[in-house]
Structures are given as C-alpha cells and as structure tokens.
T-cell receptor, first 112, second 114 residues
Framework: GESVGLHLPTLSVQEGDNSIINCAYS??????FIWYKQESGKGPQFIID?????DKRQGQRVTVLLNKTVKHLSLQIAATQPGDSAVYFC???????????FGAGTRLAVHP | ETGVTQSPTHLIKTRGQQVTLRCSSQ?????VSWYQQALGQGPQFIFQ???????GRGNFPPRFSGLQFPNYSSELNVNALELDDSALYLC?????????????FGSGTQLSVL
C-alpha cells in the first residue's frame, strides 16, 4: 500500500547542533514532497518543499535533500533551537492525485 | 498563522451521533482538503473540495461527507459516529493547480467519541 515512513520516531539533540530527520517514501510516481512541523495543539506548519526534478533545496536554517534512486527524503536543521522542538512530518504527493500522503512523524527534542 | 480557521476547537459526541465541523479557508484560496489525524499518527486524507464539488477522496466510508460553499468555506459531516472516529480533524486550504500543492492547515477540531 501507500506509505511514507520515517526511520527514527524520536530524535534528541543538543541546542546548537545540527539535526537530520530522515524519511522513506514508497511511491516512485510522487512528484512533490513537503515537510511540516507540528507543535502540540496546533496544525501542521509548512517548513520547506521540493519537487522531484530537484535534489536539494535550502531555506532559512533548513535544507531538504531528495534521493529518488533510493526514495529517501531528509530534513536538515542547522543550529537547532529549543523552538524547533516539535513533531516533523514528511509527505509526498503522487503525480495526478490531489492529496498528500503523510508519514507517522518524528519527534525532535532539543535539550539546552 | 495560516489564516485557516476551524470550529469548534473541541467536541465530544457519543457513538451513533452525527457531527459537523467547519472551516474557513485562507483568503485567496479556492480549494479545501480535510484530513484525519489519529493520536500519534500522521494526517490521513479524507477528501478535497474545489468549485463546490468533491475533487478526490481517500479511503473513508460514505458516512464522511463534505460541502464547499461559494465563499470557499467548507464543512465536514460525519454520520453514525464510531469510537474510532475520535481524532484531530484538520482542514487545509490551497489554490488549485500545479505549483500550488502546498497546503495551509488550520489548528484542527479535536473530536472525542464516547
């Protein structure tokens, strides 16, 4: 079936370190990928997205890498801050469909 | 904040009842999608509405239905509630068309079915 999975359910990092959150997707026909951050009691908040014709995209302190060969997506957060503590979801959009398929999420805990 | 507003924020119902959840989309957005998020899981696509018609549906039974209004706001209706319907229901708005796949989510309605 369709699935977007994550390698690590929980990631603990020290403040100031770089964080890497990984995600495996299963649908080779997906042409769009996106990362969301969800804090307790809130809806998912957009972080960064990337299309399948790209390998890398950078934002402010965040970078998304896409490896279509192994169907792998990663989110890198530079100089992780306490405010980055949240659950992070990757999601994919299969080509021709009007939906995002979300993974189960990774909890990022930032310690001072 | 995304500008997507949902009401109510919390709701408690009993099994067998019916519920209506509401969503106002972000200004300028013409498409609304609904997602169900069970505790500890990622959101699951229910359906999408565009031009007041259903424009894609996930693996949810017919007792999940929706509406979109001319002002692009939307409702999610669930009939014959079951215990497993307890979840956070998220509404997301967007603009239809390639290049606009990014969804902007509201804070959700937490539904508890007892």
């Amino acid at each position: 079936g369709e699935s977007v999975g994550l390698h690590l359910p929980t990631l603990s990092v020290q403040e100031g370190d770089n964080s890497i959150i990984n995600c495996a997707y299963s649908n080779s026909a997906s042409d769009y990928f996106i990362w969301y951050k969800q804090e307790s009691g809130k809806g998912p908040q957009f972080i960064i997205d990337i299309r399948s014709n790209m390998d890398k995209r950078q934002g402010q302190r965040v970078t998304v890498l896409l490896n279509k060969t192994v169907k792998h997506l990663s989110l890198q957060i530079a100089a992780t801050q306490p405010g980055d503590s949240a659950v992070y979801f990757c999601a994919e959009k299969p080509g021709g469909y009007n939906k995002l398929i979300f993974g189960a999420g990774t909890r990022l805990a930032v310690h001072p | 904040e995304t500008g997507v507003t949902q009401s109510p924020t919390h709701l408690i119902k009993t099994r067998g009842q019916q519920v209506t959840l509401r969503c106002s989309s972000q200004s300028g957005h013409n498409t609304v999608s609904w997602y169900q998020q069970a505790l500890g899981q990622g959101p699951q696509f229910i359906f999408q509405y565009y031009r007041e018609e259903e424009n894609g549906r996930g693996n949810f039974p017919p007792r999940f239905s929706g509406l979109q209004f001319p002002n692009y706001s939307s409702e999610l209706n669930v009939n014959a509630l079951e215990l497993d319907d307890s979840a956070l229901y998220l509404c997301a708005s967007s603009v239809q068309g390639r290049g606009n796949e990014k969804l902007f989510f509201g804070s959700g309605t937490q539904l508890s079915v007892l």
